[in-house]
């Protein structure tokens, strides 16, 4: 089950590579992602996700902006703890979505 995000990134070409040598893959992700696309070499199973994909969106370029923002230090910390907050509630709530789907 990928994570979204730098994670799904590192193991996207592992499972191509995968599915290009015959092997069955399914990738088990949420409705509303980043990263996590459909592919050929790949079987795709989704689940609903607590929030919309505007939601993640969001969160995602505050956690940017507030990386790269120029300014006082610890204002700028506190926005990217802030915005790496709300992404790891997004994932949390993911997760507990997933265990929580009978299929």
């Known amino acids: 089950v990928p994570a979204d995000g730098s994670h799904w990134l590192?193991?996207?070409e592992v499972v191509d590579i995968l599915g290009q040598k015959g092997h069955e893959v399914v990738v088990v992700a949420?409705?509303?992602?980043?990263?996590?696309?459909p592919s050929k070499n790949f079987v795709m199973k989704r689940y609903s996700a607590p929030y919309t994909q505007e939601e993640l969106e969001k969160?995602?370029?505050a956690f940017f902006d507030g990386s790269f923002e120029e300014g006082w230090i610890f204002k700028r910390l506190f926005k990217v703890y802030k915005g790496m907050k709300t992404l790891t509630d997004c994932w949390f709530t993911s997760c507990k979505q997933?265990?929580?789907n009978k299929e």
């Open 10 to 12: 590192s193991m996207r």
């Open 30 to 37: 949420p409705e509303v992602t980043l990263h996590i696309k």
């Open 59 to 61: 969160a995602f370029q």
């Open 98 to 100: 997933l265990l929580q």
